[in-house]
């Protein structure tokens, strides 16, 4: 069975520190990998999208980057972080989107605060 | 710009009663998704509604999909309080089902003993 995992749970961050968060998936290969970032009391934003190694999509402008290096792993980065970009940051897969039984899977959660 | 709401924002109810979530999506999408979360923790997969006329139920739950008036409803029969919980809708925001999903606020419900 597929599995992902999302690592660390929770980070605490000063402004201007650099970032790494990252997202593994087991037990699919090739599969679509999604960043969506949770502010506090607020719905998700997606941030980020692959299809594929090295295939990045930017859903919105901001002070973050993300990365694939390998086909079941996706990372969010950033250089310098601002307060804003505190949230609850969560990693999401999904596959065979245009079937019947298509659906995100979401990974356990990163709770980022900048302070 | 594909918008997804969600009515009531907040639900407060008394167990044993039954409310109706609704979701309304602005563009045209045969595909919707609603997921529950609770706090702190990860989304869970609850519905895929898949066409038009799209009716699924679990347990006190039950979701429906009409998409020509583009709305979608999760109804709650009878509340017990292990449903207090965020309750998200989300449509498919790209052209060709990309899974990228667009969600809409969320609905919190508290259900009081």
């Known amino acids: 069975s597929q599995t992902i995992h999302q690592w660390p749970a929770t980070l605490v961050q000063p402004v201007g520190s650099p970032l790494s968060l990252e997202c593994t998936v087991e037990?699919?290969?090739?599969?679509?990998l999604y960043w969506y970032r949770q502010a506090a009391g607020r719905g998700l934003q997606l941030l980020f999208y692959s299809v594929g190694i090295g295939q990045i999509s930017s859903e919105v402008p901001q002070n973050l980057s993300a990365s694939r290096p390998q086909d079941r792993q996706f990372i969010l980065s950033s250089k310098k972080l601002l307060l804003s970009d505190s949230g609850f940051y969560l990693c999401a897969w999904g596959q065979g989107w245009g079937a019947t039984n298509e659906k995100l899977f979401f990974g356990s959660g990163t709770q980022l605060s900048v302070l | 710009e594909l918008k997804v709401e969600q009515n009531p924002l907040f639900l407060s109810m008394q167990e044993g009663k039954n409310y109706t979530i609704y979701c309304n999506y602005s563009?045209?999408?045969?595909?919707l998704y609603w997921y529950r979360q609770d706090p702190g923790k990860s989304l869970e997969s609850l519905f895929v509604?898949?066409?038009?006329?799209a009716v699924k139920q679990e347990g006190r739950l039950m979701a429906s999909l009409d998409t020509k008036a583009r709305l979608s409803t999760l109804h709650i029969t009878a509340a017990v309080h292990d449903l207090s919980a965020t309750y998200f809708c989300?449509?498919?925001?790209?052209?060709?089902?990309?899974?990228?999903?667009?969600f809409g606020q969320g609905t919190t419900l508290q259900v009081k003993p």
């Open positions: 037990g699919t290969s090739n599969p679509n």
């Open positions: 989300a449509v498919d925001g790209g052209s060709s089902n990309t899974g990228k999903l667009i």
């Open positions: 563009t045209t999408s045969d595909r």
């Open positions: 509604l898949l066409s038009n006329g």
